[in-house]
């Protein structure tokens, strides 16, 4: 690889032509701009980022904080982001929380040493759980922007991008109403983290504004994913007139599915289910899942135009929270009414 000198020196031009004449500056002939590029490109040449970055403060890189790589809807929102990213001059650097506020406080005091011009992220379980906010007040007072999405701190002010997880489960319990359903079940996994809270709230207010329906919703708490089988198929077994199911992401969608079947219920005849989150589970699900679909990678999208906006602007900008569409997307497990 080849310097900016070596090249000068290659061309027999100054350094400052050959830098000019690569960022297609007007002060160059445009037959001497198409030389340095085609040497530049004929040796390899590679700009130095690190220097680039000194000299104009900025690094042109974003730091990406995610819970977990395994979870389909995360990985789909990196895919989005890096798309995004990469459209618009931007590098990312990417790393894992794995669900501890430790491992996220390593990962953007690691970036945070001029690495990155700002973090977009989803906090951890255990930050949200144990409300531990310390670490993102000390990232925004060192001038770090910071953007949330989909698990958000209100008590953080930044940029934020989400969707309206309420209104989703509103929307997916009154569809389960219209049909006619009377005991209706739901299956709670991340009740601590916000988007579990609302959405639990969603399918609360939904039963209240319900003129019809006379049952309490019954809520099944289900903390350890590794315990979803069991405790999926024990509520069936305990709960004989359960005739619909909202599940807070797809994988409770489909196990419910499997222990229905089990259980000898006739899906939809006898009982609805409808699951909340991404596709990825839907060629496992027989009959297949409806679900409330999030659009991860418009939020990965969005969330990097918020950020470089933010970057970019030569002006200071009011924190804003842009809600992203999500899907109710009725298959084979719900009535078609």
């Known amino acids: 690889m080849i310097t900016l000198k070596e090249l000068a020196n290659t061309l027999d031009v100054s350094i ?85 506020c430790s491992k996220e406080v390593q990962g953007m005091e690691l970036l945070a040493n001029g690495s990155v011009d700002g973090f977009i992220m989803s906090i951890s379980e ?27 701190s209100e008590s953080i002010a930044c940029d934020k991008v989400i969707i309206d997880d309420f209104q989703a489960a509103y929307n997916a ?8 359903r009377k005991n209706i079940v739901l299956i709670n996994n991340i009740e601590e983290l916000s ?34 089988e069991a405790g999926i198929d024990k509520m069936f077994k305990e709960n004989k007139v359960i005739d619909a199911v909202l599940c807070i992401d797809n994988i409770s969608g489909v196990i419910a599915v499997n222990m229905a079947k089990k259980h000898g219920l006739n899906i939809p005849k006898d009982i609805s289910i409808i699951g909340f989150s991404d596709d990825n589970v839907l060629p496992f699900s027989n009959p297949k899942l ?30 804003t929270t842009k809600t992203i569409d999500y899907s109710l997307n009725l298959r084979d497990t719900t009535l078609q009414c």
């Open 16 to 100: 400052s032509t050959v830098s000019k004449a690569l960022n297609g500056s007007s002060e160059i002939g445009e037959k001497t701009i198409a030389r340095v590029k085609e040497a530049a490109k004929l040796y390899n040449y590679q700009p130095n980022r690190v220097a680039l970055s000194l000299r104009n403060s900025k690094t042109k890189t974003i730091g990406v904080i995610i819970p977990s790589i395994l979870n389909h809807f995360f990985a789909k929102v990196l895919y989005g982001i890096d798309k995004e990213s990469a459209k618009l001059g931007y590098n990312i650097i990417t790393c894992l929380s794995n669900e501890t």
């Open 195 to 228: 988007v579990g809270k609302f959405r639990k709230n969603g399918c609360i207010q939904a039963i209240k504004d319900a003129k019809h329906y006379s049952n309490e919703l019954l809520e099944i708490k289900i903390a350890n994913k590794n315990d979803l």
């Open 126 to 152: 255990e930050a949200q759980i144990k409300n531990k906010t310390q670490h993102f007040k000390s990232i925004i007072d060192r001038k770090i922007p910071i953007l949330m999405f989909d698990r958000v």
């Open 290 to 319: 409806s679900t409330i679909t999030q659009h991860a990678v418009a939020i990965g999208e969005a969330s990097v135009q918020m950020m470089v906006k933010r970057l970019e602007s030569k002006e200071p900008i009011e924190y």
């Open 173 to 180: 319990t009154s569809h389960l109403i219209k049909e006619g």
